[in-house]
């Protein structure tokens, strides 16, 4: 047999993963000599060997890559026969401008754990990393990814891990944050400002301690600080909410293992991936009710079904979860509501140190803070629902030209985007731009965003809200072509974006409020639309929204509201519980908003109707975290109702029926949980309704839908499942957020495709 030499190319997310290593592996396993090369675009190599054995790398290369690994492309061709004595990694070269990727934080692996379970340098050690696991992105300031363009860079190697990060074969060959007991960061005990302990076991041993006996305690990790407390200790968890100084907003658990958390929560096999896939994401799952004597303290999730849940991905944790009695604790982001997490060391002492057991810090800084990501499994797929760590900063792979634009994002649930070649970069989840500081790490972040991945701006992309933060911070950006985007139009743009549709599609896109062309607050709207522009085509009826904002809090200002519409005067004389705990005089003064038009601007928002049920079930009156009056309506569905209400199509989707329908089964004493049920049932068939007549008259099927309400399990599946059975074609997020954390995607795309058309 002859030999053949070819050379590859592989394109993606492969630096920063042990891919090299990997391929070195393959090589050499298969009988090949030649190299492997980084570059900033991509990794390179040149084999030799017997075509057979090229044609097994090449397999191997598709499908054995490391985990964190995401190829996009391999294109190899054939070369000149070149011999080789060996197979070897060369150094790294820098051909243009042009970045590969960053990989995201990635969770200890199992032979690092083993590591730490052994006699060694690296018994115990909480930072022990290597090519396939450990910190990325939140310690990188710039690239190419190299040890001194991180937060590792103050921490000189040790000869023993100088020596493994030079040989080739080495499962820390080149690994960046390499480091073990005798070079590396550690952590330090701080207790009432007084700083303890350097030692690990005696770390550990306090802070279980801590933990087990009720205390809560702060804990620096990954991204930013954590709050830890017993997740069983009733106590324990209402005393971490009154320090956050958070309502009712649920907390997530950690637990032990997916074996200890089995008794707690309904777990089917695709939620079990993404629990212990490497990007380790706090995964909402279904709680079990009526366990005997030992129960998760009630107060984590305000008596919700679904609880947040993860699984230990720090070494830190492990070493923790082997000396805790509890098998679970409350892990939540370290600072006041409101506030970004916590990250840097002297703040968490001055701030938090005085009132929490302990303070566990260490001296590996952490550059980009990030939060833990949420997801939720919705038709049997993966969906973010708070993108951050783990995921951030993987890129979006659009088809268009995405060079150069800036998408400044939305308000509440902010995250930017930034165009590079045919990729998005979603910053990670940034938060509450009205908080002083959340929008200070906005700021920042962008600023850092454009100069890791070299972004020159040359287009920006804001929401039609003059007054959100991220639509001044895009105003005064500089003197640059700027497109505005209303706001649904840019939710579907979003998902059609993730999904590489670039035509005309009817869009779904239900939330709480985006500011509307005409100056109305919009939240259900059916739109004609292409990337370029949308028509309105119909939309959830208006209805006063008194107090504008505020009515967002308080429910049972939209229950006021929709009753009045429906039952006029009359409705104070309806035999229904909700009306005989409100104060009287409020509701007059309510009444008395809304006949004067006093701050009653008008809305469409699904979310509100969501909210008004929510009040006439009196499940909510004042919310105490976002969305709750939707969520808590979501909390009791059933399965095994198909009935519904009334409702009119005729120009508007109008519920005036609907809601005489609830209060009728209201007053008959049918339970909440049908109640709700049938209230779902009615959206889903409005949906399919309206779809329908656009669909009749335009000739369009594919369906796109997004926008905040659709992280609703039984509304998203349901929808998806009449509309396929009625063959359309239809397209749901899964990768980028169906709420406002997704919406810098679409206004990325809204600008791309007008830039090519030459409208801006
Ligand atoms: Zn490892
Ligand atoms: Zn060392």
Same mark, same amino acid.
């Given at each position: 047999?002859?030999?053949?030499?070819?050379?590859?190319?592989?394109?993606?997310?492969?630096?920063?993963?042990?891919?090299?290593?990997?391929?070195?592996?393959?090589?050499?396993?298969?009988?090949?000599?030649?190299?492997?090369?980084?570059?900033?675009?991509?990794?390179?190599?040149?084999?030799?060997?017997?075509?057979?054995?090229?044609?097994?790398?090449?397999?191997?290369?598709?499908?054995? /890559?490391?985990?964190?690994?995401?190829?996009?492309?391999?294109?190899?061709?054939?070369?000149?026969?070149?011999?080789?004595?060996?197979?070897?990694?060369?150094?790294?070269?820098?051909?243009?401008?042009?970045?590969?990727?960053?990989?995201?934080?990635?969770?200890?692996?199992?032979?690092?754990?083993?590591?730490? $379970?052994?006699?060694?340098?690296?018994?115990?050690?909480?930072?022990?990393?290597?090519?396939?696991?450990?910190?990325?992105?939140?310690?990188?300031? &710039?690239?190419?990814?190299?040890?001194?363009?991180?937060?590792?860079?103050?921490?000189?190697?040790?000869?023993?891990?100088?020596?493994?990060?030079?040989?080739?074969?080495?499962?820390?060959?080149?690994?960046?944050?390499?480091?073990?007991?005798?070079?590396?960061?550690?952590?330090?005990?701080?207790?009432?400002? #007084?700083?303890?302990?350097?030692?690990?076991?005696?770390?550990?041993?306090?802070?279980?301690?801590?933990?087990?006996?009720?205390?809560? !305690?702060?804990?620096?990790?990954?991204?930013?600080?954590?709050?830890?407390?017993?997740?069983?200790?009733?106590?324990?968890?209402?005393?971490?909410?009154?320090?956050?100084?958070?309502?009712?907003?649920?907390?997530?658990?950690?637990?032990?293992?997916?074996?200890?958390? #089995?008794?707690?929560?309904?777990?089917?096999?695709?939620?079990?991936?993404?629990?212990?896939?490497?990007?380790?994401?706090?995964?909402?799952?279904?709680?079990?009710?009526?366990?005997?004597?030992?129960?998760?303290?009630?107060?984590?999730?305000?008596?919700?079904?679904?609880?947040?849940?993860?699984?230990?991905?720090?070494?830190?944790?492990?070493?923790?979860?082997?000396?805790?009695?509890?098998?679970?604790?409350?892990?939540?982001?370290?600072?006041?509501?409101?506030?970004?997490?916590?990250?840097?060391?002297?703040?968490?002492?001055?701030?938090?140190?005085?009132?929490?057991?302990?303070?566990?810090?260490?001296?590996?800084?952490?550059?980009?803070?990030?939060?833990?990501?949420?997801?939720?499994?919705?038709?049997?797929?993966?969906?973010?629902?708070?993108?951050?760590?783990?995921?951030?900063?993987?890129?979006?792979?659009?088809?268009?030209?995405?060079?150069?634009?800036?998408?400044?994002?939305?308000?509440?649930?902010?995250?930017?985007?930034?165009?590079?070649?045919?990729?998005?970069?979603?910053?990670?989840?940034?938060?509450?731009?009205?908080?002083?500081?959340?929008?200070?790490?906005?700021?920042?972040?962008?600023?850092?965003?454009?100069?890791?991945?070299?972004?020159?701006?040359?287009?920006?992309?804001?929401?039609?809200?003059?007054?959100?933060?991220?639509?001044?911070?895009?105003?005064?950006?500089?003197?640059?072509?700027?497109?505005?985007?209303?706001?649904?139009?840019?939710?579907?743009?979003?998902?059609?974006?993730?999904?590489?549709?670039?035509?005309?599609?009817?869009?779904?896109?239900?939330?709480?409020?985006?500011?509307?062309?005409?100056?109305?607050?919009?939240?259900?709207?059916?739109?004609?639309?292409?990337?370029?522009?949308?028509?309105?085509?119909?939309?959830?009826?208006?209805?006063?929204?008194?107090?504008?904002?505020?009515?967002?809090?308080?429910?049972?200002?939209?229950?006021?509201?929709?009753?009045?519409?429906?039952?006029?005067?009359?409705?104070?004389?309806?035999?229904?519980?909700?009306?005989?705990?409100?104060?009287?005089?409020? !509701?007059?003064?309510?009444?008395?908003?809304?006949?004067?038009?006093?701050?009653?601007?008008?809305?469409?928002?699904?979310?509100?109707?969501?909210?008004?049920?929510?009040?006439?079930? &009196?499940?909510?009156?004042?919310?105490?975290?976002?969305?709750?009056?939707?969520? $808590?309506?979501?909390?009791?569905?059933?399965?095994?109702?198909?009935?519904?209400?009334?409702?009119?199509?005729?120009?508007?989707?109008?519920?005036?029926?609907?809601?005489?329908?609830?209060?009728?089964?209201?007053?008959?004493?049918?339970?909440?949980?049908?109640?709700?049920?049938?209230?779902?049932?009615?959206?889903? %068939?409005?949906?399919?309704? /309206?779809?329908?007549?656009?669909?009749?008259?335009?000739?369009?099927?594919?369906?796109?839908?997004?926008?905040?309400?659709?992280?609703? #399990?039984?509304?998203?599946?349901?929808?998806?499942?009449?509309?396929?059975?009625?063959?359309?074609?239809?397209?749901?997020?899964?990768?980028?957020?169906?709420? &406002?954390?997704?919406?810098?995607?679409?206004? %990325?795309? !809204?600008?791309?495709?007008?830039?090519?058309?030459?409208?801006?």
């Amino acid at each position: 047999m002859r030999n053949k030499s070819i050379q590859v190319i592989v394109t993606g997310l492969v630096q920063g993963v042990g891919f090299r290593p990997f391929v070195h592996r393959i090589a050499v396993k298969h009988d090949l000599t030649g190299w492997v090369q980084n570059t900033n675009e991509n990794v390179r190599i040149q084999v030799t060997g017997f075509p057979l054995n090229i044609e097994r790398f090449l397999t191997s290369l598709g499908t054995e /890559s490391p985990p964190a690994a995401l190829i996009e492309e391999i294109s190899h061709k054939e070369m000149e026969t070149t011999l080789f004595s060996e197979f070897n990694i060369l150094e790294s070269h820098d051909v243009s401008d042009e970045i590969t990727e960053i990989s995201p934080d990635i969770a200890v692996c199992d032979d690092c754990l083993e590591d730490i $379970r052994k006699r060694g340098t690296r018994l115990d050690y909480a930072f022990v990393n290597c090519t396939n696991c450990g910190p990325r992105f939140t310690i990188i300031k &710039d690239l190419p990814y190299d040890r001194d363009k991180t937060t590792m860079k103050s921490f000189a190697m040790c000869p023993d891990c100088r020596k493994e990060y030079e040989t080739i074969i080495d499962r820390r060959f080149h690994a960046q944050p390499t480091a073990c007991a005798i070079c590396g960061p550690h952590y330090e005990l701080f207790v009432k400002q #007084k700083r303890i302990s350097n030692n690990i076991d005696e770390i550990i041993n306090h802070v279980s301690y801590s933990i087990d006996r009720g205390e809560i !305690v702060m804990i620096k990790g990954l991204g930013g600080m954590h709050l830890a407390c017993d997740a069983f200790n009733e106590t324990a968890v209402e005393k971490l909410r009154q320090l956050k100084n958070r309502e009712g907003k649920p907390f997530a658990v950690m637990f032990k293992s997916i074996e200890a958390l #089995k008794p707690y929560a309904h777990i089917d096999s695709v939620e079990e991936a993404s629990l212990v896939s490497w990007r380790r994401p706090i995964v909402l799952l279904k709680k079990k009710d009526g366990i005997n004597g030992d129960s998760l303290a009630t107060g984590l999730n305000a008596k919700l079904k679904l609880l947040g849940i993860m699984l230990p991905y720090m070494p830190f944790h492990y070493l923790l979860f082997d000396k805790l009695k509890t098998s679970a604790i409350v892990l939540t982001s370290g600072n006041f509501s409101s506030e970004p997490i916590l990250i840097e060391n002297q703040e968490a002492i001055d701030q938090f140190s005085t009132h929490v057991g302990a303070v566990v810090l260490h001296n590996r800084d952490i550059y980009n803070r990030t939060d833990d990501s949420v997801v939720r499994i919705i038709g049997g797929k993966e969906r973010i629902i708070r993108r951050s760590r783990g995921y951030v900063p993987s890129p979006v792979r659009t088809a268009l030209n995405t060079e150069g634009i800036i998408a400044f994002g939305a308000e509440l649930t902010n995250c930017f985007c930034v165009g590079k070649g045919q990729k998005a970069f979603l910053s990670q989840h940034i938060g509450d731009l009205q908080g002083i500081e959340t929008a200070e790490f906005y700021e920042n972040t962008l600023a850092r965003f454009l100069q890791l991945f070299r972004v020159k701006p040359s287009l920006l992309a804001v929401d039609l809200h003059p007054a959100y933060i991220s639509t001044k911070t895009g105003l005064e950006f500089g003197d640059l072509p700027l497109v505005k985007v209303q706001h649904h139009h840019a939710h579907i743009a979003s998902c059609m974006a993730e999904h590489q549709l670039d035509e005309k599609v009817i869009g779904v896109a239900l939330d709480g409020t985006g500011y509307g062309s005409d100056g109305n607050i919009w939240g259900a709207e059916f739109l004609l639309c292409d990337l370029n522009d949308f028509t309105r085509i119909t939309h959830f009826d208006y209805i006063p929204l008194p107090g504008g904002d505020s009515a967002a809090e308080e429910p049972w200002r939209m229950a006021i509201s929709y009753l009045y519409k429906v039952y006029g005067n009359n409705f104070t004389e309806l035999q229904i519980p909700f009306l005989s705990q409100l104060d009287p005089d409020k !509701v007059r003064m309510l009444i008395r908003m809304i006949d004067r038009k006093i701050n009653c601007p008008l809305t469409s928002g699904a979310g509100r109707l969501f909210d008004c049920v929510a009040s006439l079930l &009196d499940l909510v009156q004042v919310a105490s975290f976002q969305a709750e009056g939707p969520m $808590r309506l979501e909390s009791i569905v059933r399965n095994d109702c198909d009935e519904r209400y009334r409702f009119t199509i005729d120009g508007t989707i109008r519920f005036d029926e609907t809601i005489r329908g609830i209060v009728d089964d209201i007053v008959q004493g049918t339970d909440k949980s049908t109640i709700a049920t049938k209230f779902h049932n009615t959206i889903i %068939l409005a949906i399919f309704e /309206s779809v329908t007549a656009i669909r009749q008259k335009e000739g369009i099927s594919k369906v796109v839908l997004s926008g905040g309400v659709f992280q609703n #399990k039984y509304l998203l599946e349901g929808t998806i499942e009449i509309l396929q059975k009625n063959k359309f074609e239809v397209y749901s997020h899964a990768t980028v957020p169906t709420n &406002d954390g997704g919406i810098a995607l679409g206004q %990325l795309a !809204v600008a791309s495709k007008r830039r090519e058309l030459q409208c801006v």
